[in-house]
């Protein structure tokens, strides 16, 4: 195979993808199209630049990103090593000066040997090379067409709504029943109920809370395309009762029937994750967990990912996507980064390092293989190329998607150190394997 690979997008995954395949000895033809043209979000020319917070999370490794960190670095992350670099402090979170580090990584990048890097918009794709499509939440119009035309219009997703997702095992159970509406499915819900009082005080909240300011090129096809919970219910205070909270065709126990219920819907093959029914939401993060908490049976409920609405372009990858990143039925394609259907920071940079590391692999004609599922880096893989297509939004670290543990760990935090343990063991196995080519 022709050892040169085109990388489009040079954020955060592009960068790393264009690392692991260069360090390999893959030539790589490296596309950005800053200053030439700008997303309505970057100002900077600089490669990976942060639009949002400076902080890319814990780096405790008893946490999810703090052990999806451990991972990385036992992969040889270079958007890790230029963090480290310049970071501030920030507690046990990787924060970092953001000019610098996106100065450290465009340096680096420019500066190494087989990268030639491209400052222009790629309109149209050249799949007689292999190509790796990096460029995030806000790729271009024409590029987004060219991607369209191969995977189908229907399923790249333009604007992302999303409800939030919690961990069932920190649910309050006396607060809860399993059922189907009226009788229907194996009781495949978890309804929360709530009485009169409940419902009321939680409305008042809901309606009053603080929102995200959406920017201007965010606002009206957000609000078209699906109504957030909280606008919902500031239509009328009984609105959500006779909507996604509706409590007819359920019955309690004792065959009443509750005066509202909130339902929770599997998100995942996993018993543990649950997406929160109907409750797409524009709301901060912190006003989430504050006002949802008053649903009682999520009183103490833990939020794995809380609800957004903003302009998010990513792919159905359970339809479209390999564990590797290539795309299915297209040679010659691969798509990471945000545009995959991971979210976050260090999730996007991941994905680049994996595309890019297989693809390198796979030129050179060694092994290759599915990450441990028991790692962070194996289970957003799985997740996001294996979740129910129909219902599949953008995920980030948590535990909540990793295999049970062999034993049960009823104290939380020795559970999320025994997850960490496990997952940077076997990375360090899978590691060792695929230097030595015995995959």
Excluded: W
């Amino acid at each position: 195979m022709n050892k040169r690979v085109n990388v489009i997008g040079l954020g955060l995954a592009g960068v790393e993808a264009t690392y692991q395949l260069a360090k390999r000895g893959i030539l790589v033809d490296a596309y950005e199209m800053k200053p030439t043209k700008f997303s309505p979000a970057h100002e900077s020319e600089n490669f990976a630049e942060i639009v949002c917070s400076n902080s890319f999370k814990s780096a405790d490794p008893g946490t999810t990103s703090g052990c999806l960190k451990a991972e990385m670095k036992e992969l040889d992350s270079i958007i890790l090593k230029c963090a480290e670099q310049v970071r501030v402090p920030a507690g046990s979170a990787l924060a970092v000066d953001r000019d610098k580090f996106s100065e450290l990584v465009t340096k680096t990048i420019n500066e190494m040997d087989g990268v030639t890097v491209h400052r222009e918009e790629v309109t149209k794709l050249d799949l007689s090379v292999p190509t790796i499509i990096a460029t995030g939440p806000l790729t271009s119009d024409a590029l987004s067409l060219e991607i369209a035309k191969l995977i189908g219009s229907d399923n790249l997703h333009f604007y992302d709504a999303s409800a939030p997702i919690i961990d069932a095992d920190t649910l309050d159970r006396s607060k809860t029943f399993t059922a189907g509406r009226y009788g229907k499915g194996d009781s495949d819900y978890i309804n929360c109920y709530m009485d009169k009082d409940e419902y009321y005080a939680f409305i008042r909240e809901l309606v009053s809370a603080e929102r995200v300011e959406l920017h201007s090129f965010e606002k009206k096809e957000i609000f078209e395309g699906c109504m957030p919970v909280e606008v919902m219910a500031s239509r009328g205070e009984d609105t959500l009762r006779y909507g996604p909270l509706r409590p007819v065709g359920l019955r309690l126990d004792d065959g009443t029937r509750p005066f509202a219920v909130v339902q929770l819907r599997k998100e995942s093959n996993s018993n543990n994750l649950y997406n929160i029914v109907g409750f797409q939401t524009n709301l901060k993060f912190g006003e989430q967990k504050r006002v949802f908490s008053m649903i009682p049976a999520l009183k103490d409920a833990e939020f794995v990912k809380y609800g957004v609405m903003h302009r998010n372009s990513y792919i159905c990858a359970p339809k479209h996507l390999n564990f590797d990143y290539s795309v299915k039925g297209v040679d010659n394609l691969y798509i990471a980064g945000q545009l995959s259907g991971v979210e976050g920071y260090m999730e996007s940079t991941a994905s680049g390092l994996i595309a890019g590391m297989f693809l390198a692999r796979k030129i050179l004609g060694e092994s290759i293989a599915f990450l441990p599922k028991s790692t962070i880096m194996g289970a957003i893989t799985s997740y996001i190329t294996s979740a129910d297509a129909e219902n599949f939004q953008p995920m980030n670290a948590n535990f909540g998607i990793l295999p049970e543990l062999p034993e049960k760990i009823k104290d939380k935090a020795l559970k999320k150190q025994a997850y960490s343990e496990r997952a940077v063991r076997d990375m360090k196995e899978f590691k060792e394997k695929l230097e030595n080519d015995r995959i």
